[in-house]
């Protein structure tokens, strides 16, 4: 499953004429301070920004649905205009039922960079929606949540990867585990 | 398994001397326009162009070998020169059975390009056999397999990016696996 | 000179409150269809969107920075909310100028990419400015205006390149300098 | 599991002042004559240079962990000052329990580098450990362990990429496994 | 200059039905051992492969077109099917007045990738003709003719980078200068 | 001029057996924060680290190579085994006649990776010397000489790009200039 897809649980977003808004779908298993660098820029671009998470039926995460988008909750409660959501099936179709013509993704690499403008250009191709790219914080460029959960699971210290929620969480699903 | 490797079950490829004939493998798992497109322009660059199939006993596809050759077949009838096949096993020991000299692949964007380069200095290395590369249209660069297959597993229009019989296929099997 | 630097002539643009505006930068010698392509998609994606043109005072290009204004000015007559400007100097002084914190620009290939990041993180640092990048349509990814020149010095068919005014105008130049 | 993490196993390895060493860490399942190349070279660049097979718990490779140690250990008896090691977990713990600064990796080819720098400021960043790369001599630049086993899985013959003991152990698995 | 670009001198080409043909585009200033192993290993693809110089009236070489011309000549002359011939203005007009319908370039690096299929993109659209690349043996791919000349200026040995008929040249050349 | 090459004039390396030294050259035209983290890192990892300043006859820089000396042995006057030297002529030459079998050089991007992939296997190549890459801090990964001198040009802030000698060094340029 890529980013052309995702699963729609609640929606609290509305259109409102002449605003400005844009998507940021990802998987955020968990948030890290990379994802929350990104949301907390791309927001001051926006009249209002979607941060969407992914449903992905066939890949189990570490973190269910519902904590996923707690933590990110929880880590952007000091935006005003940032709005939680979830998706299933094609981001396109989310799009166009919440009416949003933008997708802001966040780019760490180059490497990075082909797959994601291969998912640019298809969500363009079948929907007119655009994507724009928004660099992550070079400081943050060698983020990524698996590596975080990596870390995490050898018993290395990730205060400075995600927020402290965040850490806590990890913590006990890593002593849960008993990896 | 990688394009170093497939496992050759019809071949009615035969060397006429003088004959320039390439070779195009993939797994076709459907066949896309990006690849038509590929396909079409190499024939007219060959004398014969063997499209072959790769067999993969480790993964299965959505469509079985019969049917990837089928849906090939089906779409490339307007070209005289072409001739579906498939193989298994190194695909440097089909193009030496098929007296086939040359490996045509398309290629898509640079992510694409160090893998294909991995795979054509070993095929070389392993039986002196050249792979050249043929630039995809810059139209299908954002089309693959495996994104086809999902636009279609979530109900979305694949029209313009596989030929008719393709999507018919498509259609049938995600409504057969109800997913 | 790159893009963190240009020199400004007119400047007809003023801030309105919650107005959400980007500038589009670049040297535009002459405009493409691969250039009016982002800045019409770019223009629906903002209030208003600033192409601004880049004065380079160590290399004379093929047209004026008045003719390369007039050439955009033109193109863009149909996009009610795209204005036309030119700045000398660092970037960040104009967006600060015209309190605008958006830069937007096209990119076309993984071989942009890095460039561009390293001028958007050196904005960023300098002001605060923040660079999205928009994907070029797949179709107009070879373009640019260096090559187009080229084709036009040596008599090859233009006019898929870049529209028809500025077609003229490279005629008439190509022919003044009997190259 | 990425090259952050591995499982220390044995450990001869005791630090000596002003003695400059580094750990070649790898999966090494079996050891190329790439990796080889790497190690022989590297060898002269240090003191001591400590090759350290990543332990993966979650992934069965070919060869058990005491066997790729063994395939190793036959072919650096010529280095005198390599010493062959294992790890899990986190590669800078081992980094600190064995006192080693240096991080050294072969890199091939472009398509290594973005991947290879992520992991190296991830363990910069955690534990202040410096890794340095060294490219891979042009010659090796498209063999890996993986594209080794799949060739000869398939009877294809790898003599030029392996040393002679463990092409042996090579044929001896492929044939045991019947595949 | 690009290659898109170059001046047609002398021609000895002539068209013969169902004969394949393709020719192979550069400055060629000097050729390298790096060209020959491409030229050698094309001229077997083809039935005839054109080697041909790019006249580029704005940049001064080390060597003039008639030098550079028979450098490849003396070099390529166990080959029997490869013709030497120069061009000036768009290389699709050369292929045009040749009717060689396929271009063929030697890729040795992911950096070459990009500009190389913005020059085969733009040729294909200008014309219809199609552009392969064929990748150079790994052990040539450092090499290139500005860095075998820089290494020749300074006194270093370039006997294993070019033909000894070419390194003479270098050496009467850098000679001459008095560099 | 590339890295390959450059021209020696002071020169108080001495070899002592069983020190390992390494060479970071450059054309530091200035020295700049990125520059410096590169070379206070590598010194650790180093006996003695040489800054060798490549000396380019073709190419007028903003600093002369005196001054371009003094500005960097200024900034790293804190690490003890530093020396800072220049060089012309090939960098395998240098490194010959000191007695220095590695170069290291630091690395910001993928975008550089090519380009000093191919120095290295030049240098390899010419007199088996060794290179080596240190990944640049990401927090500097958008940093040039050029870019700075850029930024300078224009009146911009760069107190956080140099260090405080060399920002004054820029101002007094930049004044007597007077662009």
Known sequence: MSEVS???????VSEVSGVRR????GSFDPVTNGH???????????DELVVAV???DKKQGMFGLAERIELITVATAGCGNVVVD???????????????????KGIRATSDFDY????????REL???ETVFLPTNPEHSYLSSSLVKEVARFGGDVSRFVPAHVQVRLSERVAARGD
């Open 6 to 12: 995702g699963v729609s649980e609640v929606s609290g």
């Open 22 to 25: 844009a998507v940021c779908p």
């Open 36 to 46: 929350l660098d990104v949301i907390e820029r791309a927001s001051r671009l926006y």
């Open 54 to 56: 992914m449903v992905n």
């Open 86 to 104: 979830s998706f299933a099936g094609l981001l396109v179709d989310y799009c166009r039922d919440q009416q949003i013509g933008t997708v802001l």
């Open 116 to 123: 994601e403008l291969q998912m640019a250009q298809m969500n």
């Open 127 to 129: 929907a007119g929606v």
